[in-house]
């Protein structure tokens, strides 16, 4: 295989300090170097059994011990770190492993491989990948009687092995030197691997009574690399509501057009207006600050109007999208305790039990009120066109979005005015959206992705496009639309802009689009998959943008702006970096932080988080844990159960959900992994991995099966 090497010299007192560990625990220099070996290689792959291989002289016949040639075998040595065991008592387990095998030593590794048949390919070597080996360099110059022999360095361009760590020992101490392939590992990976393994060494010297998963591997630079761009940036103004804002742009430039849908149109004069209308009504109804108000309703202008009115009314909206089933709109509406549904009277039909009569909220019924935009309004138009005094404040909600649970239950994440308003104060910088933007309002506004839609257009005093429901479905349609209303900003989720790719690639004319972005979320991106766009298009008219975020960190957490040069990188999905308000820490299953390259599961800090979860304060307290690099009272950390590793130019590559990790013969594979490779081929569009477990009899007679997982 394609290889190369890296060195690093160990101080002589600690190689003096390992020797005198290995002493005191009655084994050999060499079974202290596997066990700190075996720590830094769970450390990198998530695992705690493995097997690590080495080399042995195999001289232990006195009939040999003067015959020239070649004896040398390899012997399998199994790393077992289950339990985080202290360094001490894993090294009595190398130790009782290593004495085990040496004991068999004379059983050929060839003859071992034909009885275990293990799974073969060209790829690597059977049963064992990396290697561990011990020798002491003879110093200096050697002289035999008028023979002269001196080392001399030659470059390494083959390996053998994925990874063999030789730990030489001479007169200087102690030297590690990487053998690797090239293909697997870049050589800065394996330079920082070489900086972890002596900082675990000078760490187990020290104490070797720790647990193994309290070990320290980052050297000072590396961890200061990793924690050097976690500080937020305070933001450039005070936080404000989303409708003082609104407001803000609708008093400067009332005849501009604000929303459109299906051709119908308002302007900001008119949308404030009727917004302050329904807005007032509301407060009659008694929303004020902290109260909820689910809005039901289809894609049109009132949609725009019932979620400003509500806002402006001081309360948080709920989404209830009527596409979705009875039973889960039902529990939204009890788990939330809305006292008002804000909807249309042609969907009452769908909604849980509601009442129409005008009685306050607490007249003696449970049933919430259904406040009809098309059949009440003559009644909410004698309301004052004038913005209410709502008394909401930044802190105040704003909405409630419920997203799918574990348990099978919605849960819904609690997100202010101020976290919304500073998401788009801290990307300014990155996007400079303006008056002349062009919006499209695509995705449904239970998606947490439509309030980057929605406010991306009216923070802005820009246009926003509301798709209707048929158009959305339509790819055709929805492409007519992107031309006729020369839209600037679009967002999309990966899967539904391969449709559009596809559509305009069967074009023999494409239209004139007038994108300035184009802004991917909600799903894994594979950039390879935009090969055909990039075809077609220069990389900034539209710039492609691939933004990672979640619900409960207020829709985006990073960054990453794409180019053509993108599709080179053999990477599943690069996220790119934090947005600046916002932290971004990868930690291992120990909460660790994970060295650069390493997968863990991100972390994510700042102020962007949700304020929780609706009545379920169990539940935010495990996945909103204490930030332990603040010293701001009351920081938090998001833990978002996605697998990402820092990549070494300081951007997050995103591999997965950790709770899609599945194990096949021994090995944690990333099932998102396998489908982004597989996407990679120009002849497939989409991919699914699932684990498949056949039954395969053990053999002819005993009749027993056994499962044989295997991925299709």
């Known amino acids: 295989f394609r290889g190369a090497a890296a060195a690093r010299r160990l101080a002589p007192v600690l190689a003096d300090q390992l020797t005198a560990l290995s002493r005191q625990e009655n084994c050999s220099l060499f079974m202290v170097v596997l066990a700190a070996f075996d720590i830094l290689l769970a450390r990198y792959s998530g695992q705690e059994d493995f097997a690590v291989g080495t080399a042995i002289a195999n001289r232990n016949h006195a009939e040999i011990e003067n015959i ?10 199994r790393a077992d770190l289950s339990g985080n065991p202290t360094f001490r008592e894993l090294l009595e387990r190398v130790r009782e492993i290593s004495l085990g095998a040496y004991t068999h030593q004379d059983l050929p590794f060839e003859q071992l491989v034909d009885e275990l048949h293990p799974t073969r390919d060209l790829s690597g070597t059977p049963l064992i990948q990396v290697m561990l080996t011990l020798q002491n360099a003879p110093s200096g110059t050697v002289e035999a009687a008028s023979l002269q022999m001196s080392s001399i360095d030659t470059e390494i361009k083959t390996s053998k092995f994925d990874l063999t760590l030789f730990v030489i020992g001479d007169d200087d101490g102690l030297l ?16 920082r691997m070489l900086a972890n393994m002596e900082v675990l060494l000078k760490a187990i010297v020290a104490n070797p009574d720790q647990h193994i998963v309290d070990l320290p591997i980052l050297a000072e630079a590396e961890r200061a690399q990793l924690l050097s761009a976690q500080h937020p940036a305070p933001p450039a103004v005070a936080p404000q509501c989303l409708h003082e804002r609104f407001a803000t742009h609708a008093a400067a430039q009332p005849t501009a057009v604000a929303v459109v849908c299906d051709g119908k149109q308002l302007t900001y004069q008119e949308l404030n207006e009727r917004a302050n209308q329904l807005a007032h009504h509301l407060r009659s109804l008694g929303v004020g600050p902290e109260v909820c108000v689910g809005l039901s309703m289809e894609r049109s202008l009132d949609l725009i109007v019932g979620i400003l009115g509500i806002l402006k009314a001081g309360g948080a909206y709920v989404p209830l999208d009527p596409a979705y089933p009875r039973e889960r709109l039902s529990f939204i509406l009890d788990d939330c ?7 249309q009277a042609t969907l009452l039909d769908r909604l849980p039990a509601t009442r129409r009569d005008q009685a306050s909220a607490d007249g003696g019924t449970a049933l919430p009120l259904a406040v009809c935009l098309d059949e009440d309004w003559p009644r909410i138009a004698e ?4 913005n209410p005094e709502a008394g909401a404040q930044p802190a105040n909600l704003a909405y409630i979005i419920f997203t799918s649970g574990s348990t099978g239950q919605p849960k819904g994440v609690l997100i202010p005015h101020e976290q919304v308003s500073r998401l788009f104060t801290s990307t300014d910088a990155w996007f400079h959206f303006g008056p002349t933007d062009v919006w499209t309002l695509f995705h449904s506004y239970a998606f947490d992705f439509s309030v980057w839609e929605l406010w991306g257009a009216l923070l802005y005093g820009g246009r926003l496009v509301v798709v209707p429901r048929l158009v959305a479905q339509s790819t055709d349609a929805f492409y007519d639309l992107l031309a006729s209303e020369q839209v600037t900003v679009l967002n999309q989720t990966p899967s539904a802009f391969r449709q559009l790719m596809q559509i305009e690639g069967e074009m023999a004319a494409p239209k004139n689009l007038a994108l300035r972005y184009v802004i991917f979320g909600g799903e894994a991106l594979n950039i390879q998959s935009l090969e055909q766009w990039y075809a077609r298009h220069p990389d900034d008219a539209p710039r492609l943008v691939n933004m990672y975020g979640i619900t409960e960190t207020t829709v985006h957490v990073t960054y990453h702006p794409l180019s053509r040069a993108d599709l080179s990188q053999p990477t599943s999905s690069v996220i790119g970096y934090p947005i600046p308000d916002l932290q971004a820490y990868v930690f291992d299953a120990a909460f660790n ?9 991100l972390f994510v800090g700042g102020a962007g988080l949700a304020r929780g979860y609706l009545n379920r304060p169990d539940l935010a307290a495990e996945r909103f844990i204490p930030h332990p690099f603040s010293s701001e009272p009351g920081a938090r950390l998001y833990k978002t159960g996605d697998l990402v590793r820092w990549r070494a130019d300081g951007e997050l590559e995103y591999l997965g959900r950790i709770d899609h990790q599945v194990k096949v013969r021994g090995f944690r594979i990333e099932l998102g992994e396998i489908e982004a490779a597989l996407q990679q081929h120009p002849a497939v569009n989409e991919a699914v991995v699932i684990v498949r477990a056949d039954a395969i009899p053990t053999s002819a007679e005993d009749g027993e099966t056994h499962d044989h997982k295997r991925l299709v």
Do not use: C, Q, R, W
């Open 593 to 601: 932080l994970a060295p650069i390259g390493v997968p863990g599961e």
């Open 383 to 386: 309301k004052s066109l004038l």
């Open 68 to 77: 020239i040639g070649f004896f040398v075998n390899s012997l399998v040595m």
């Open 176 to 191: 590690l030197d990487v053998e690797y392939k090239s293909d697997l590992f870049e050589s800065a990976t394996i330079d």
């Open 337 to 343: 305790h809305a006292p008002i549904v804000v909807t």
